[in-house]
DNA sequence: TTCCGTACCTAGTATAGCTAGGTATGGAAG
DNA sequence: CTTCCATACCTAGCTATACTAGGTACGGAA
């Protein structure tokens, strides 16, 4: 299981500009140095939520000579979730690490 | 949600020694700075999850003019997984954070 | 005696993410 | 030329997690 941050890394990965669901995989994939090579079955079920919840917007198109694809781009709503929800991130690691090493000096 | 991690956590609040389900709660809170104020209905299953695992056993006991409390202890095999959750976790938590901050100088 | 804090429990629910299937095209390999 | 792989999309259905919302019960304070 991703833990519920499948929708942070998703918008994240749209932030540097809008691309499709093949390339959103191969980027995080890329990104995470192999530790998320997450299913399609997880990732375009999730760029569906995120497009219903109006965090993202698709259009279809066809690169000349090629298949077509479904485009994402963020929304401004989108750019504010993320901004929002990188914060919830932070708090939430933060709070973990802190039960993690309890009050000990550090572990290994 | 908890996002997964709530065994390792649980796991990790029994690291300094045993306690009781209610305590834990109490526990985890106070560690994480009243973040994860996680309710019954989420740590009993959990507590049980993990003693069906064999992660933890537990004993009931009364101390004297007190409830009736089952303590629950980590077994060896809970130790292990323990360290091995928090190997998992720092692998988890430096991919989303490599993802996250992109390639991009520092965000705010 | 009533209520709050401690202390335990579970049935049922929502949903996230995965499995496992399906469709289709372009290009390379044979 | 046909077969296969990589690209590119999709969904139904399963499972497990965590939560909601209830319930029991005791000790002590008000």
Redesign the pocket.
Known sequence: ???????TIVLAALEAGPA???????SIKRGSADM?D????????????LEEAALLS?S??T?P????????SLTKAGTAALAERRKVWGRFSHAVNALLTGGRPWPA
Chains 1, 2 share one sequence.
Request: net charge positive.
């Open positions: 299981m991703l833990k519920g941050h499948l929708d499709h669901g093949y390339a959103i995989i191969e998320f997450l299913p399609e079955g997880t990732v375009y079920p999730a760029l569906h939520r698709s279809w198109m690169p000579g090629g298949r077509r694809r479904r485009m994402y």
